[in-house]
């Protein structure tokens, strides 16, 4: 089976441009994350979409959003693009989650590196 | 912000040595779960211990969990190079798709 994919691994882009990476699941599986990993801040969370409907927002700006498609693939946006948004964006999914289930394993993808000049 | 405290940050061993790493967290969780990096790529899943365990094996690595104490660590026994890697812990704590990360612990096997 196919690991997490995110596309593109490498991004340049200038202060004030707008960037949107992909992010396709492991195959059946219906629930996408998607962090944020900086050498200050380490690791953290940005939004979690399950059956097209975001379930879960971290506390970042409205500057990032994302969304899901029906066959689970996953993208996110960032608009207006800021020196400090220069970061590893990783994307992780996992089988389902139900309210009432244990959260289940994430698994990640390699990650989509960012540049802002 | 950070649930995780991980401790040590750096961790410089020999080949054949034991790795000892240890996460502490705030709030009470359903499981907590332990990730490896290698150079800033993407987090390898390494094991899940839920909240009702207290230990977990799985090939080389160990992993307890003290749900009074709000800690857990992970063992790597018999280290190689190939184990050089960043190591997070990540908590979830209300089924709500979000793991909250540790600073993560960067241990070094030296040949």
Redesign the interface.
Same mark, same amino acid.
């Given at each position: 089976k196919a690991g997490?994919t995110q596309t593109p691994r490498y991004l340049i882009k200038t202060r004030g441009q707008q960037v949107t990476l992909s992010c396709s699941p492991i195959s059946g599986h219906r629930?996408v994350?998607w962090?944020q990993?900086t050498p200050g801040q380490?690791?953290?969370?940005l939004f979690?979409y399950?059956s097209e409907t975001q379930?879960?927002k971290?506390n970042f700006p409205g500057r990032f959003s994302g969304r899901q498609f029906s066959n689970s693939r996953s993208e996110m946006n960032v608009s207006t693009l800021e020196l400090g948004d220069s970061a590893?964006y990783?994307c992780?999914s996992?089988w389902d989650?139900h309210?009432?289930?244990?959260?289940e394993?994430?698994?990640?993808?390699?990650?989509t590196?960012l540049l802002v000049l | 912000s950070?649930q995780g405290e991980e401790d040590p940050q750096a961790l410089s061993i020999q080949e054949g040595e034991n790795a000892t790493m240890n996460c502490s967290y705030k709030t009470s969780i359903?499981?907590l779960?332990w990730?490896r990096q290698n150079s800033?790529?993407?987090?390898?899943?390494l094991i #899940?211990i839920?909240s009702n365990e207290r230990e977990k094996h799985s090939g080389r690595l160990r992993v307890t969990l003290d749900t009074s104490k709000k800690s857990s660590s992970l063992l790597i026994t018999a280290s190689r190079a190939a184990d050089t890697a960043s190591y997070?812990c990540?908590t979830?704590s209300g089924?709500?798709?979000? #793991?909250?990360?540790?600073?993560?612990t960067t241990l070094q096997v030296k040949p």
């Open positions: 997490v629930s994350s962090y990993q380490g690791l953290q969370f979690e399950f379930r879960n971290g590893l990783l992780a996992s989650r309210p009432q289930l244990t959260q394993t994430q698994y990640f993808g390699p990650g590196r | 950070q359903n499981n779960q990730y800033g790529r993407g987090l390898v899943h #899940l839920r997070f990540a979830d089924n709500t798709g979000k #793991l909250i990360f540790g600073q993560g």
